[in-house]
Protein backbone atom coordinates (compact mmCIF):
# COMPACT_ATOMS: atom_id res chain seq x y z
CA UNK A 1 0.00 0.00 0.00
CA UNK A 2 1.18 3.65 -0.79
CA UNK A 3 1.69 6.44 1.89
CA UNK A 4 -1.83 8.34 2.51
CA UNK A 5 -3.17 10.92 0.35
CA UNK A 6 -2.48 14.84 0.34
CA UNK A 7 -4.92 17.63 0.30
CA UNK A 8 -4.45 21.50 -0.57
CA UNK A 9 -7.47 23.34 -1.00
CA UNK A 10 -7.62 26.37 -2.98
CA UNK A 11 -10.48 29.00 -0.97
CA UNK A 12 -13.29 30.07 -3.09
CA UNK A 13 -12.60 27.61 -5.59
CA UNK A 14 -11.25 24.08 -5.18
CA UNK A 15 -10.37 20.75 -3.37
CA UNK A 16 -7.29 18.88 -4.75
CA UNK A 17 -6.31 15.06 -3.73
CA UNK A 18 -2.60 14.14 -4.84
CA UNK A 19 -1.23 10.68 -4.11
CA UNK A 20 2.01 11.35 -2.66
CA UNK A 21 3.75 8.51 -4.09
CA UNK A 22 3.27 9.41 -7.74
CA UNK A 23 2.68 12.83 -7.35
CA UNK A 24 -0.71 12.19 -9.67
CA UNK A 25 -3.30 14.44 -8.60
CA UNK A 26 -6.18 11.84 -8.15
CA UNK A 27 -9.12 14.40 -8.28
CA UNK A 28 -10.18 17.94 -8.19
CA UNK A 29 -13.34 19.25 -6.31
CA UNK A 30 -14.44 22.49 -7.87
CA UNK A 31 -17.47 24.08 -6.02
CA UNK A 32 -16.97 27.44 -7.13
CA UNK A 33 -20.20 28.96 -9.18
CA UNK A 34 -20.41 28.29 -13.21
CA UNK A 35 -22.65 29.21 -15.90
CA UNK A 36 -26.43 29.21 -14.90
CA UNK A 37 -27.67 27.51 -17.71
CA UNK A 38 -25.30 24.83 -16.99
CA UNK A 39 -27.42 24.33 -13.22
CA UNK A 40 -24.19 25.41 -11.29
CA UNK A 41 -23.61 22.51 -8.77
CA UNK A 42 -19.95 21.17 -6.98
CA UNK A 43 -18.45 18.54 -9.00
CA UNK A 44 -15.55 16.33 -9.52
CA UNK A 45 -13.34 17.25 -12.35
CA UNK A 46 -10.32 15.79 -13.37
CA UNK A 47 -10.46 12.14 -12.01
CA UNK A 48 -7.32 10.89 -12.38
CA UNK A 49 -5.46 6.87 -12.60
CA UNK A 50 -2.50 6.33 -10.64
CA UNK A 51 -0.97 6.52 -13.53
CA UNK A 52 -2.14 10.14 -14.16
CA UNK A 53 -4.33 9.22 -17.09
CA UNK A 54 -7.83 11.76 -17.03
CA UNK A 55 -10.83 9.34 -16.94
CA UNK A 56 -13.84 12.45 -16.96
CA UNK A 57 -14.64 14.76 -19.10
CA UNK A 58 -15.41 18.57 -18.74
CA UNK A 59 -18.34 20.49 -20.35
CA UNK A 60 -18.13 18.69 -23.80
CA UNK A 61 -19.52 20.05 -26.89
CA UNK A 62 -22.73 18.28 -26.83
CA UNK A 63 -23.95 19.07 -23.46
CA UNK A 64 -21.65 21.43 -21.67
CA UNK A 65 -23.38 20.78 -18.38
CA UNK A 66 -21.62 17.53 -18.07
CA UNK A 67 -18.91 17.93 -15.80
CA UNK A 68 -16.71 15.23 -14.61
CA UNK A 69 -18.55 12.97 -11.43
CA UNK A 70 -21.29 15.49 -10.25
CA UNK A 71 -24.84 14.46 -8.16
CA UNK A 72 -27.69 15.97 -10.75
CA UNK A 73 -31.17 16.16 -10.26
CA UNK A 74 -32.62 16.29 -13.95
CA UNK A 75 -36.21 16.31 -13.29
CA UNK A 76 -36.88 17.57 -9.46
CA UNK A 77 -40.99 18.92 -8.95
CA UNK A 78 -40.96 20.49 -12.62
CA UNK A 79 -37.10 22.18 -11.67
CA UNK A 80 -34.46 21.24 -13.72
CA UNK A 81 -31.10 20.73 -11.54
CA UNK A 82 -29.20 18.90 -14.37
CA UNK A 83 -28.72 21.89 -16.64
CA UNK A 84 -29.09 22.72 -20.65
CA UNK A 85 -32.64 21.68 -22.12
CA UNK A 86 -35.85 19.97 -20.32
CA UNK A 87 -36.97 17.16 -21.29
CA UNK A 88 -41.11 17.96 -22.00
CA UNK A 89 -43.40 15.39 -22.31
CA UNK A 90 -44.83 15.37 -25.58
CA UNK A 91 -42.46 18.13 -26.76
CA UNK A 92 -39.21 16.82 -26.43
CA UNK A 93 -36.31 18.54 -25.41
CA UNK A 94 -36.62 22.68 -25.01
CA UNK A 95 -34.68 25.38 -24.01
CA UNK A 96 -36.22 26.80 -20.62
CA UNK A 97 -33.94 28.93 -18.62
CA UNK A 98 -36.93 29.60 -15.91
CA UNK A 99 -36.61 26.16 -14.94
CA UNK A 100 -32.86 25.43 -14.37
CA UNK A 101 -31.69 25.20 -10.75
CA UNK A 102 -28.74 24.98 -8.64
CA UNK A 103 -26.98 23.42 -5.88
CA UNK A 104 -24.99 25.68 -4.19
CA UNK A 105 -22.01 24.94 -1.37
CA UNK A 106 -22.71 26.64 1.99
CA UNK A 107 -19.96 25.39 3.78
CA UNK A 108 -17.44 22.99 4.91
CA UNK A 109 -17.24 20.84 7.67
CA UNK A 110 -14.36 18.69 7.53
CA UNK A 111 -11.26 19.32 4.70
CA UNK A 112 -8.37 16.86 5.56
CA UNK A 113 -6.46 13.80 5.79
CA UNK A 114 -5.44 11.16 8.03
CA UNK A 115 -3.23 8.22 7.52
CA UNK A 116 -4.66 6.48 4.29
CA UNK A 117 -8.11 8.57 3.89
CA UNK A 118 -8.53 12.11 2.62
CA UNK A 119 -11.96 13.64 3.70
CA UNK A 120 -13.91 16.17 2.09
CA UNK A 121 -17.42 17.07 4.06
CA UNK A 122 -19.95 19.86 3.00
CA UNK A 123 -23.41 21.70 3.07
CA UNK A 124 -24.77 22.65 0.00
CA UNK A 125 -28.94 24.22 -0.63
CA UNK A 126 -30.94 23.09 -3.70
CA UNK A 127 -32.99 25.81 -5.23
CA UNK A 128 -35.38 25.93 -8.60
CA UNK A 129 -34.72 29.17 -10.76
CA UNK A 130 -36.34 31.58 -7.99
CA UNK A 131 -33.92 31.06 -5.31
CA UNK A 132 -36.11 29.25 -2.79
CA UNK A 133 -34.82 26.77 -0.67
CA UNK A 134 -36.06 23.51 -1.56
CA UNK A 135 -33.55 21.14 0.09
CA UNK A 136 -30.19 20.66 2.08
CA UNK A 137 -27.61 18.58 1.44
CA UNK A 138 -24.97 16.97 3.86
CA UNK A 139 -22.31 15.44 1.26
CA UNK A 140 -19.44 13.31 2.23
CA UNK A 141 -16.20 12.77 0.01
CA UNK A 142 -13.78 10.07 0.96
CA UNK A 143 -10.75 9.11 -0.97
CA UNK A 144 -9.43 5.81 0.19
CA UNK A 145 -7.60 2.50 -0.28
CA UNK A 146 -5.05 4.33 -2.34
CA UNK A 147 -2.97 1.05 -3.43
CA UNK A 148 0.22 0.32 -5.85
CA UNK A 149 -0.09 -3.20 -6.26
CA UNK A 150 -3.41 -3.35 -7.74
CA UNK A 151 -2.82 -0.08 -9.65
CA UNK A 152 -6.08 1.67 -8.29
CA UNK A 153 -8.18 4.20 -5.94
CA UNK A 154 -11.34 4.69 -4.70
CA UNK A 155 -13.60 7.42 -3.39
CA UNK A 156 -16.94 7.07 -1.60
CA UNK A 157 -19.59 9.65 -2.02
CA UNK A 158 -22.81 9.70 0.03
CA UNK A 159 -25.70 12.55 0.02
CA UNK A 160 -28.15 13.25 2.50
CA UNK A 161 -30.72 15.61 1.09
CA UNK A 162 -33.66 16.78 3.28
CA UNK A 163 -36.84 18.27 1.76
CA UNK A 164 -37.34 21.42 3.24
CA UNK A 165 -40.28 22.37 1.24
CA UNK A 166 -43.87 22.56 2.74
CA UNK A 167 -44.80 19.68 -0.19
CA UNK A 168 -43.26 16.71 -1.09
CA UNK A 169 -40.31 17.00 -3.67
CA UNK A 170 -40.30 14.71 -6.67
CA UNK A 171 -37.32 12.93 -8.02
CA UNK A 172 -37.94 11.91 -11.92
CA UNK A 173 -36.19 11.61 -14.74
CA UNK A 174 -36.77 11.85 -18.75
CA UNK A 175 -38.12 8.21 -18.44
CA UNK A 176 -40.60 9.09 -15.89
CA UNK A 177 -41.59 12.14 -17.78
CA UNK A 178 -41.94 9.06 -21.02
CA UNK A 179 -38.50 8.74 -23.01
CA UNK A 180 -37.32 5.54 -23.00
CA UNK A 181 -34.24 4.41 -21.70
CA UNK A 182 -33.13 7.79 -20.43
CA UNK A 183 -33.43 7.90 -16.87
CA UNK A 184 -30.62 9.68 -15.97
CA UNK A 185 -30.83 11.24 -12.26
CA UNK A 186 -28.39 11.01 -9.49
CA UNK A 187 -25.25 10.45 -8.97
CA UNK A 188 -23.60 10.95 -13.08
CA UNK A 189 -20.78 10.21 -14.47
CA UNK A 190 -19.70 11.45 -17.83
CA UNK A 191 -15.96 9.68 -19.57
CA UNK A 192 -13.63 11.06 -22.11
CA UNK A 193 -14.13 10.81 -25.92
CA UNK A 194 -11.91 8.28 -26.15
CA UNK A 195 -14.03 6.22 -24.11
CA UNK A 196 -16.87 5.93 -26.60
CA UNK A 197 -17.56 2.56 -27.35
CA UNK A 198 -15.41 0.98 -24.60
CA UNK A 199 -16.62 -1.82 -22.28
CA UNK A 200 -19.31 -2.17 -20.29
CA UNK A 201 -19.21 -4.90 -17.51
CA UNK A 202 -22.12 -6.09 -14.57
CA UNK A 203 -22.02 -9.08 -12.43
CA UNK A 204 -23.56 -11.80 -15.07
CA UNK A 205 -23.88 -9.71 -18.62
CA UNK A 206 -21.86 -6.97 -20.48
CA UNK A 207 -23.15 -4.43 -22.95
CA UNK A 208 -25.39 -1.23 -23.56
CA UNK A 209 -28.46 -3.20 -22.97
CA UNK A 210 -27.16 -3.12 -19.10
CA UNK A 211 -29.25 0.23 -19.46
CA UNK A 212 -31.64 0.26 -17.14
CA UNK A 213 -31.11 -3.32 -15.42
CA UNK A 214 -29.86 -3.73 -11.44
CA UNK A 215 -26.79 -4.79 -10.20
CA UNK A 216 -24.86 -4.00 -6.88
CA UNK A 217 -22.23 -2.66 -9.66
CA UNK A 218 -21.44 -1.72 -12.87
CA UNK A 219 -17.89 -1.62 -14.14
CA UNK A 220 -17.00 0.63 -17.59
CA UNK A 221 -13.58 0.41 -19.05
CA UNK A 222 -11.95 2.56 -22.04
CA UNK A 223 -8.48 2.92 -24.06
CA UNK A 224 -6.74 6.44 -23.80
CA UNK A 225 -5.98 8.75 -25.96
CA UNK A 226 -2.15 9.75 -26.08
CA UNK A 227 -1.17 7.15 -23.99
CA UNK A 228 -1.05 3.08 -24.31
CA UNK A 229 -3.38 1.27 -22.26
CA UNK A 230 -6.61 1.30 -20.89
CA UNK A 231 -8.57 2.45 -17.24
CA UNK A 232 -11.43 0.94 -15.33
CA UNK A 233 -14.40 2.79 -13.12
CA UNK A 234 -16.12 -0.26 -11.62
CA UNK A 235 -19.07 2.13 -9.58
CA UNK A 236 -20.96 0.57 -6.65
CA UNK A 237 -24.35 1.12 -4.91
CA UNK A 238 -24.43 0.52 -0.84
CA UNK A 239 -26.78 -2.22 -0.07
CA UNK A 240 -28.68 0.50 2.26
CA UNK A 241 -29.54 2.14 -0.80
CA UNK A 242 -32.13 0.53 -1.45
CA UNK A 243 -33.84 -1.08 1.96
CA UNK A 244 -33.47 1.72 4.54
CA UNK A 245 -35.12 5.28 4.86
CA UNK A 246 -36.77 7.61 2.55
CA UNK A 247 -36.84 6.23 -0.59
CA UNK A 248 -35.97 2.92 0.71
CA UNK A 249 -38.05 -0.24 -1.23
CA UNK A 250 -37.11 2.04 -4.81
CA UNK A 251 -33.91 0.02 -5.97
CA UNK A 252 -31.50 1.60 -8.37
CA UNK A 253 -31.35 1.31 -11.77
CA UNK A 254 -27.80 1.48 -13.68
CA UNK A 255 -28.17 4.16 -16.83
CA UNK A 256 -25.21 3.61 -18.95
CA UNK A 257 -24.18 4.65 -22.63
CA UNK A 258 -20.97 4.19 -24.07
CA UNK A 259 -22.65 5.63 -27.65
CA UNK A 260 -22.41 8.47 -28.34
CA UNK A 261 -20.23 9.23 -25.38
CA UNK A 262 -19.26 7.14 -22.26
CA UNK A 263 -21.27 7.92 -18.95
CA UNK A 264 -22.83 5.54 -16.03
CA UNK A 265 -25.23 7.23 -13.42
CA UNK A 266 -26.67 4.40 -10.47
CA UNK A 267 -30.47 6.29 -11.20
CA UNK A 268 -32.41 6.98 -8.16
CA UNK A 269 -35.64 7.23 -10.21
CA UNK A 270 -35.23 5.94 -13.68
CA UNK A 271 -38.75 4.25 -14.02
CA UNK A 272 -40.37 5.73 -11.37
CA UNK A 273 -40.49 8.83 -8.95
CA UNK A 274 -39.16 8.93 -5.92
CA UNK A 275 -41.33 11.07 -3.66
CA UNK A 276 -39.87 12.75 -0.32
CA UNK A 277 -41.96 14.38 2.26
CA UNK A 278 -41.84 17.61 3.41
CA UNK A 279 -38.80 17.02 6.33
CA UNK A 280 -37.48 13.74 5.63
CA UNK A 281 -34.10 12.91 4.27
CA UNK A 282 -33.01 10.66 1.29
CA UNK A 283 -29.46 8.77 1.87
CA UNK A 284 -27.72 7.33 -0.54
CA UNK A 285 -23.93 5.99 -0.97
CA UNK A 286 -21.32 5.23 -3.48
CA UNK A 287 -18.77 3.59 -4.07
CA UNK A 288 -16.28 4.74 -7.60
CA UNK A 289 -13.25 2.63 -8.44
CA UNK A 290 -10.66 3.89 -10.68
CA UNK A 291 -8.04 1.51 -11.59
CA UNK A 292 -4.97 1.65 -14.55
CA UNK A 293 -6.31 -1.22 -17.29
CA UNK A 294 -8.60 -3.60 -18.34
CA UNK A 295 -10.01 -5.44 -15.38
CA UNK A 296 -11.77 -8.36 -16.16
CA UNK A 297 -14.94 -9.30 -13.99
CA UNK A 298 -13.09 -11.93 -11.99
CA UNK A 299 -10.66 -8.98 -11.10
CA UNK A 300 -13.78 -6.94 -9.67
CA UNK A 301 -15.24 -9.04 -7.67
CA UNK A 302 -12.44 -10.34 -6.07
CA UNK A 303 -11.70 -6.31 -5.27
CA UNK A 304 -14.95 -5.83 -4.05
CA UNK A 305 -14.96 -9.09 -1.51
CA UNK A 306 -11.71 -7.74 0.01
CA UNK A 307 -13.26 -4.36 0.18
CA UNK A 308 -16.77 -4.80 1.72
CA UNK A 309 -18.89 -2.00 2.72
Known sequence: MTAGPRLVHTHGERITVTDPATGVELLAYVYRPEAAWEAPKPYLHPLRTLAGDVVTDYRP??????????????????????????????????????????????????????????????????????GELWAEERRRIEV???????????????????????????FGSPTTAGRELAGYTGLFWRGPRAFRGGRILGPDAEGPELMGTQAPWLAFSGEHDG????????????PENDHTGAGGGHPAHWFVRNDPFAAVAPSWAFFEELELAPGDTLTRRYRVVVADGAWEREEIARYLEAHPW
Open 144 to 170: HDIDADSRSWALTWTSAVTNRREEPLR
Open 227 to 238: TDGHATLVFAHA
Open 61 to 130: NDHRWHKGLALTASHLSGANLWGGNTYVPGEGYLALPERVGSMAHVAFDEVGADGGRAVIAERLTWHPYG
